[in-house]
């Protein structure tokens, strides 16, 4: 069975950084697209960043733009999120997925993606 699982959580300052990552096991990244999503309490799950096939298209929810990096390494089966300059509203449990997408497609809906992981906190305090 196809497994994601996300690490590098944590209670941060704002302003401050963490780096997230996700390692998929029995699956090879190489023909997916990778997104980081995140839903805080009493919210719906939200889009943050995506990215395709060979890591040549990257986008980003808006209000993350210029602070978020999203990278793969498909030989390491990775995708990483670095989270810089953070705020209060990034709180939220992160989560990665994968979605069987062709070369240039960066699915930013939920539906898109049928693989998850268990989710990462991430605690903000301002």
């Not at 498909?74 to 994968?98: F, I, P």
Request: glycine share 14%.
């Amino acid at each position: 069975q196809v497994q994601l699982v996300e690490s590098g959580g944590g209670l941060v300052q704002a302003g401050g950084s963490l780096r997230l990552s996700c390692a998929a096991s029995r699956v090879t990244f190489g023909t997916y697209a990778l997104g980081w999503f995140r839903q805080a309490p009493g919210k719906e799950r939200e889009f943050v960043a995506a990215i395709s096939w060979g890591g040549g298209r990257q986008l980003y929810e808006d209000s993350v733009k210029g602070r978020f990096t999203v990278s793969r390494d498909n030989a390491k089966n990775t995708v990483d999120l670095q989270l810089d300059s953070l705020k209060s509203e990034d709180t939220g449990v992160y989560y990665c997925a994968a979605a069987s997408a062709t070369v240039s497609s960066v699915p930013t809906r939920a539906t898109g993606y049928g693989i998850w992981g268990q989710g990462t906190q991430v605690t903000v305090s301002s």
